[in-house]
Nanobody
Framework: QVHLVESGGGLVQAGGSLRLSCTAS????????MAWFRQAPGKEREFVAT????????WFADAVKGRFTISRNNTKNMAYLQMNNLKPEDTALYLC?????????????????RGQGTQVTVYS
């Protein structure tokens, strides 16, 4: 069983930056895609970014493209979401996810495991 724990959320002024971390335990995820979702109050869960098993291929939602980057450290069994130029509309609970499939996964349905999330609040 995979256990994911997010950290790094907080309160930040618009235009600022945050770096989210996701620590995985239970087994190595070095062969599996990882991703970040977010959920704002009253809105559907949004698929934000993915990174493939070796970190060489990434995907971003249009809303965050050019401002967010996703990366991973397979030695540490961790993934990261660097968020720059944050906007109030980025306010949400950010959840780390992992796919049980090998390689890459670019659809939200491919992600079987999710953490509890870390809150990001951006004020103007």
């Amino acid at each position: 069983q995979v256990h994911l724990v997010e950290s790094g959320g907080g309160l930040v002024q618009a235009g600022g930056s945050l770096r989210l971390s996701c620590t995985a335990s239970g087994r190595s995820l070095s062969n599996n895609a990882m991703a970040w979702f977010r959920q704002a109050p009253g809105k559907e869960r949004e698929f934000v970014a993915t990174v493939n098993y070796n970190g060489f291929s990434t995907w971003f939602a249009d809303a965050v493209k050019g401002r967010f980057t996703i990366s991973r450290n397979n030695t540490k069994n961790m993934a990261y979401l660097q968020m720059n130029n944050l906007k109030p509309e980025d306010t949400a609970l950010y959840l780390c996810a992992a796919s049980s499939r090998y390689g890459s996964a670019y659809t939200p349905q491919a992600y079987d495991y999710r953490g509890q999330g870390t809150q990001v609040t951006v004020y103007s």
